[in-house]
C-alpha cells in the first residue's frame, strides 16, 4: 500500500525541539520532492518546508527558516522534519507528501508548544 504515516509529534515548551518523521510505503522517497505541512483548526494546511528530487535543493516558509531543517533518511525511507527554537505559533498539525502524484493527505502529528 503506498502512503505516509507522520509521527513523532507532542507537548514541547517553547524554545524547545521535536523531530518530526514521515515514514513511506509502497514507494521510495528518494524518487520524489518531499514537503512539509502545517494546518491550525480553521485555516488552510500551508507549506513549510521542501526538498527537491534529485538535488535534494531545501525550502523553507519564512516564519521556519533557520529553525527547522527538512531532510531524507534513506535507511528508513523516510523524511523528517527537525524542528528546534519552536514557537507557540508552530502549533499545529503537521503533515507530509510527495511530489509528483500527492497522496491523500495522512492524519498527521499534532504539535504543541505550550509553556
Known amino acids: 500500500q503506498v502512503q505516509l504515516v507522520e509521527s513523532g509529534g507532542g507537548l514541547v515548551q517553547p524554545g524547545g525541539s521535536l523531530s518530526l518523521s514521515c515514514l513511506a510505503s509502497?514507494?521510495?522517497?528518494?524518487?520524489?520532492?518531499m514537503t512539509w505541512y502545517r494546518q491550525v483548526p480553521g485555516k488552510e494546511r500551508v507549506l513549510v518546508a521542501g526538498?527537491?528530487?534529485?538535488?535534494?535543493?531545501?525550502t523553507y516558509a519564512d516564519s521556519v527558516k533557520d529553525r527547522f531543517t527538512i531532510s531524507r533518511d534513506n535507511a528508513r525511507n523516510a523524511a523528517t522534519l527537525q524542528m528546534n527554537s519552536l514557537k507557540p505559533e508552530d502549533t499545529a498539525v503537521y503533515y507530509c507528501?510527495?511530489?509528483?502524484?500527492?497522496?491523500?493527505w495522512g492524519q498527521g502529528t499534532q504539535v504543541t508548544v505550550s509553556s
Open positions: 507528501n510527495r511530489n509528483p502524484l500527492p497522496l491523500p
Open positions: 509502497g514507494f521510495t522517497v528518494g524518487n520524489y520532492a
Open positions: 526538498m527537491t528530487q534529485f538535488t535534494g535543493r531545501t
